[in-house]
Nanobody
Framework: QVQLVESGGGLVQPGGSLRLSCAAS????????MGWYRQAPGKQRELVAT???????TYADSVKGRFTISRDDAKSTVYLRMDSLKPEDTAVYYC???????????????WGQGSQVTVSS
């Protein structure tokens, strides 16, 4: 089994910064894509950023230029650096990994527990 544990959420003023972390543990052969999603109250979960095993990144238009996703494969960890935060960034943030637990098998998606990020003065 694979577990993802998130950390780093909290309350920040508009214009401030936060860094989220998400670390995987368990039986891991390899981790393909890693990503961050968010869900605001009353809204559907949306993609924030992804990073492939080759380091290729994608971002939602709403966070381009403000958020940076990165990964440390030695630590099975993904990070989301969030700068110039806005009130509309307030949401629960979830990490997701596509994990192979054995060779020559399809990856399975695993999710973190969610981290509350609140941007408010």
């Amino acid at each position: 089994q694979v577990q993802l544990v998130e950390s780093g959420g909290g309350l920040v003023q508009p214009g401030g910064s936060l860094r989220l972390s998400c670390a995987a543990s368990g039986i891991i052969f390899s981790i393909n894509a890693m990503g961050w999603y968010r869900q605001a109250p009353g809204k559907q979960r949306e993609l924030v950023a992804t990073i492939t095993s080759g380091g290729i990144t994608t971002y939602a238009d709403s966070v381009k230029g403000r958020f940076t996703i990165s990964r440390d494969d030695a630590k099975s960890t993904v990070y989301l650096r969030m700068d110039s935060l806005k009130p509309e960034d307030t949401a629960v943030y979830y990490c997701s990994f596509a994990v192979q637990t054995r060779a020559r098998t399809w990856p399975t998606d695993y999710w973190g527990q969610g981290s509350q990020v609140t941007v408010s003065s």
